[in-house]
């Protein structure tokens, strides 16, 4: 192991040139009280740790963070990159460090154990993973699905259940626990078999469970007919009973792959601060288990190294991976994970990527569960109370704010191609969306994103200097008050001047336009602009112009997650994984979905009021015509012959709608 201690050029502890090896290692990042911050693995030492030590502009940012808290680096090396995935995988472990991946695993999840080591082995459903000599199944995505599965494998295999304190009590008194009384459990207790018999009945159960050999069906159906056939009725009832239950189990779960497929899936979907990991464990070609977790990233770790650590904590606590494994992206180090999983397993386990096929399919099935869960999880963290208190509070200190921000409003630009520009403002109130209060904007005329947000800001500061002083070409839209995207009255309806000049949807009564616009007019104690510096740089030039004083203002930069101030020259940096950074991207986020919705329904609007008044244009041409050209100026752009391109549009009707397109731009007839 070798250590370079501050000292050297560059940040303080940069390594000479030439003193970090280029062999396979695992290397540690250490602060001043030695605390382990980061741990990595590398195949050439030297190639990885340069690039930390690159000049820190070019660092990302919180790597850059990273590197400057650290006041020393070290290196072990090691003999190959399997050694050295273990080597990480143990250091994470050991130190816990602050800017690795850090999981939040679903330990909660419900198994079946069959209690193995025991003298009359039983079958408990269970959420410790640590009994002693236990073989697991599951997890189980309930306790209830667990439960049932047992309910249902007793009829099969009726092993005993009970307590062992109560197994011991049948054994000394020779009375049959309550279990062995109802015949439900035919453990030694019972008197009906032998410890050496119950054991060949649990060998059974066990190894049931871990084929699930479809063939039990023809066997009970046979030793059902053959017992009708000698007339031994009781036993023929008790095979028809064993035969429900087996054929209801491999009813529970429907098949997905072919019966002798047994593979892990993993379905990932993370963002800038988080990810949520989906796990389907398939057996006998069906899902047999389901386990779910969370992840915050404090470095933003590309998703091939994400697979890299999720694989790592699925399999580091000695669970048994099967032959095949399926992920989303297969890591740099796919290899070295697979001789990893390989001396887990036993045997030889294929990491492989799915791209089509029935694989896939379950992949992007996982996928989608990853991403309910994601949603799920960043929706909990901020709907709590002490939560967005905490929140608040943060935000508060790291802006250097007088209050916390108890009503943040967040304005984004979207449009296509420079057409269609729009934008929005979403309205957040004690940390929770404000749906009501969410505000559209249609800009006609703008040169780019940070005049249409000058132009945006303008138009809304204006309210709170004087309601008489309105007046801009840009059209305020009010929100639809439920939680749905549907367009609000006034994005349809014609816009209309009132005596302050204000643009009101027309028909709109005069007490409904003062209460717009006093709800328009309610102070914001935070304005969040989504972009970095140039956008703040607008909107401080916006707030400015307009007079109003007291009101906070930064944005967002989505790329790295920084938070930039109209007056600082570097962006604040929030801890990754804090209440504070949630709620920015959460506001953000919602913005940007607001925004996005109503430019699609604008253009939506415009492509169908344009080609409904085209002869021979049905719906299903329209569609088609919609998705081939995506907007009606790059349908007006294109050639007949372009035109009859599309599936569906003929010549004749090519050349319809093309000349349509161009009447509008033909001169006038003198």
Not at 248 to 257: D, G, I, W
Not at 395 to 406: K, V
Request: net charge neutral; hydrophobic share 40%.
């Amino acid at each position: 192991m070798n250590t370079v201690l501050p000292g050297t050029e560059g940040v303080p502890y940069r390594p000479k040139k030439g003193e970090i090896p280029t062999s396979p290692g695992v290397y540690r990042f250490r602060d001043a009280d030695r605390r382990v911050l980061y741990v990595g693995k590398a195949k050439n030492l030297r190639a990885r740790l340069s690039n930390y030590f690159a000049p820190l502009r070019t660092l990302h940012e919180r790597t850059r963070r990273m590197v400057t808290t650290a006041a020393s680096v070290e290196w072990t090396v090691v003999a190959n990159e399997v050694e050295a995935l273990q080597l990480e995988f143990t250091w994470i472990n050991e130190f816990d460090p602050p800017f690795n991946v850090q999981f939040k695993d679903d330990k909660s999840y419900p198994y079946l154990a069959v209690t193995l080591a025991d003298e009359a082995p039983r079958a408990v459903v269970t959420r410790n993973r640590n009994i002693r000599g236990a073989r697991y199944f599951g997890p189980y995505p309930k306790v209830w699905a667990v439960n049932e599965t047992l309910e249902i494998l007793l009829k099969l295999f009726p092993i005993r259940t009970c307590k062992d304190s109560d197994y011991r009590r049948a054994m000394a008194s020779g009375k049959p626990c309550f279990a062995g009384q109802i015949g439900r459990c035919f453990g030694p207790c019972s008197g009906v078999v032998t410890i050496e018999e119950h054991r060949e009945n649990v060998d059974r159960f066990v190894s049931f469970m871990q084929n699930q050999d479809r063939r039990i069906l023809g066997e009970l159906t046979q030793r059902m007919r053959s017992a009708a056939a000698v007339q031994d009725y009781e036993a023929a009832a008790r095979f028809r009973d064993r035969l429900q239950a087996a054929t209801s189990f491999f009813e529970k779960s429907a098949v997905v792959l072919g019966e002798k497929v047994d593979i892990d899936v993993f379905g990932i979907d993370h963002d800038e601060l988080a990810a949520a990991v989906q796990l389907f464990i398939v057996r006998g070609g069906r899902i047999r288990g389901v386990r779910s977790w969370t992840v915050d990233k404090e470095l933003d770790v590309p998703l091939g190294d994400l697979v890299d650590s999720v694989v790592q904590n699925a399999y580091g606590d000695g669970e048994k991976p099967p032959a095949e494994v399926v992920v989303p992206e297969l890591p740099d180090d796919a290899e070295a994970l697979e001789t990893w999983l390989g001396t887990i397993a036993g045997r030889k386990v294929r990491l492989r990527a799915a791209q089509r096929g029935d694989k896939a399919a379950l992949l992007a099935t996982a996928t989608q569960n990853a991403k309910q869960t994601l949603m799920l999880y960043k929706t909990r963290r901020s709907a709590d109370f002490t939560t967005r208190s905490r929140a608040l509070e943060d935000i508060q200190e790291a802006l250097g704010m007088a209050d916390a921000p108890l009503r943040i409003e967040c304005y984004d630009i979207s449009h296509l191609s420079g057409t269609n520009i729009v934008a929005s403002m979403v309205v957040f109130e004690d940390g929770l969306p404000r749906k009501d209060e969410y505000r559209r904007f249609t800009i006609p005329n703008s040169t780019d994103d940070t005049d249409s947000l000058h132009q945006v800001l303008t138009r809304r500061l204006a309210y709170l200097r004087s309601p008489d002083s309105i007046g801009s070409p840009i059209e305020a839209e009010t929100a639809s008050t439920t939680a749905q995207d549907a367009p609000a009255a006034s994005s349809t309806a014609p816009a209309t001047s009132t005596a302050d000049g204000a643009d009101v949807p027309e028909g709109e009564t005069d007490a409904a336009a003062s209460e717009r616009r006093k709800k328009f007019a309610y102070r914001p104690n935070l304005l969040i602009v989504d972009g970095g510096q140039p956008q703040v740089a607008a909107a401080a030039r916006a707030l400015e112009e307009s007079g109003v004083e007291g009101i906070y203002l930064c944005g967002i930069a989505k790329r790295l997650e920084e938070i930039w101030t109209p007056d600082g020259d570097y962006p604040v940096i929030l801890p990754r994984n804090s209440d504070a950074l949630f709620l920015f991207q959460r506001v953000r986020d919602e913005a940007h979905r607001f925004a996005i919705t109503h430019q699609r329904q604008r253009r939506k609007r415009d492509i169908g009021s344009v080609l409904s008044e085209i002869p021979g244009l049905g719906p299903s041409r329209v569609k088609e015509l919609l998705r081939h050209f995506g907007s009606v100026k790059q349908l007006r752009a294109a050639s007949e012959t372009d035109i009859s391109e599309v599936k569906g549009i003929g010549p004749l009707l090519a050349a319809t709608v093309h000349r349509t397109l161009h009447a509008d731009r033909a001169p006038a007839p003198r």
